[in-house]
């Protein structure tokens, strides 16, 4: 009790008593499992972004997520960082139906991260608070705190937020008008259907590619990439499946997967020859293996945006994708490559040959999706969409 009443007490002091403030150029940048390929990769846009436009940075981070890459960026930009336990401040799940003593064990979590957020927020005096996410509903408790609150959702809610979490999200609203971003309109349908935001409230912002043009290498294989987390959600097993049946059928054709994940042994179990399905584990030379490509496929179960097709649009490559997700609205379904359905193995297979059997058709549509990202995915067009966002 005496617990629950000192929460209570620092809550309303750090949330509602006037304090010294000065002019801030420094940005509270709260960021949630930036080791993940897409949300990584954001992580190190948003920093450059924010030191290029004069912004200091005050990382708030899980300790499990400081990598050696996430290091490099804070060494480089000069960041600063709080570091905290995840299991002790990240809030649990309270859903309708469980006891009272569950929910006052909710409400009191939550209000430790409040509070948690509140001092940090004190100490540093933020010019706004920018939270980036790569799970649904984390750090809800955030959009309370003072000031300027933005919030990017990197993965689209598949389900309902259950009772607790809605809960927060409603004070968060209640309590100020934070600026909702999605990275892609699908994702932004999704968190109005589940979270029951309005749509007109959710800015849509796609994420960019900055890659650099390479010499390509000439081959005799027709070169099918994949650059992704081998996970459940990317479909790395159903891949090598499709990969053995294609490679089967044609033998001057290479399936070529880069990333590391859960799912990784169970795909590499399933490739029956390991020189025609390529599992290459993670990689930093992208660019290279861009360039070096002739077909760009996912067969990923769902998708909030994919930066990694929209970086084989710059290079040129078509692209076939699944129809679950943001990238149906980067790959133009038969101009810049093939939207295919997400439980259609046969279509997956129809529209690989397609292309693999058509060069003319890989290089007009190649130059077509080239054309496409230079028109929606670009450093400038994203620059630009943020700046008219800290502005308002």
Request: proline letters at 3%; charged letters at 25%; glycine letters at 6%.
């Amino acid at each position: 009790m005496i617990k629950a009443l000192k929460l209570i007490f620092s809550f309303v002091y750090l949330r509602f008593v006037p304090h010294i403030t000065r002019d801030s150029k420094t940005v509270l940048l709260i960021f949630q499992s930036p080791q993940n390929y897409g949300t990584h990769t954001y992580f190190r846009h948003l920093t450059e972004y924010l030191n290029d436009r004069g912004m200091g940075i005050h990382l708030l981070v899980a300790e499990d997520e400081v990598d050696e890459s996430v290091l490099k960026i804070i060494e480089k930009y000069n960041i600063k960082m709080t570091v905290f336990n995840k299991e002790q401040i990240y809030p649990i799940y309270y859903r309708k139906g469980q006891s009272l003593k569950s929910w006052i064990y909710f409400l009191l979590h939550a209000l430790k991260q409040i509070v948690f957020l509140l001092k940090i927020q004190r100490t540093i005096n933020p010019k706004f608070t920018f939270i980036s996410v790569g799970y649904p509903f984390i750090w809800f408790v955030g959009l309370s705190i003072p000031g300027k609150i933005y919030y990017i959702q990197h993965v689209m809610p598949g389900s309902e937020l259950d009772t607790g979490n809605q809960f927060l999200l409603k004070i968060g609203f209640f309590m100020k008008r934070p600026h909702i971003i999605a990275v892609s309109d699908f994702c932004r349908k999704k968190m109005t259907t589940y979270w029951k935001i309005p749509e007109k409230r959710i800015k849509v912002i796609y994420n960019y590619y900055k890659g650099t043009d390479q010499v390509r290498r000439l081959s005799d294989k027709i070169r099918i990439l994949s650059l992704a987390r081998a996970d459940e959600v990317k479909n790395p097993v159903l891949w090598a499946e499709l990969g053995n049946k294609i490679c089967a059928l044609r033998d001057d054709v290479v399936f070529i997967w880069a990333g590391d994940g859960n799912a990784l042994h169970e795909a590499k179990a399933k490739v029956k020859d390991p020189a025609k399905v390529q599992f290459i584990g993670y990689r930093d030379d992208v660019s290279d293996l861009y360039a070096n490509a002739d077909i760009y496929f996912t067969p990923a179960r769902s998708e909030t945006h994919g930066i990694s097709v929209v970086g084989a649009m710059f290079h040129g490559l078509p692209v076939i994708a699944t129809d679950n997700g943001g990238t149906i609205e980067s790959v133009s379904n038969g101009e810049t490559g093939f939207i295919v359905d997400v439980a259609n193995k046969d279509q997956m297979i129809d529209r690989l040959l397609q292309l693999i059997d058509n060069k003319m058709l890989r290089i007009e549509m190649g130059r077509k999706a080239k054309l496409r990202f230079e028109q929606l995915f670009t450093e400038n067009i994203w620059s630009s969409k943020m700046d008219n966002l800290f502005r308002k």
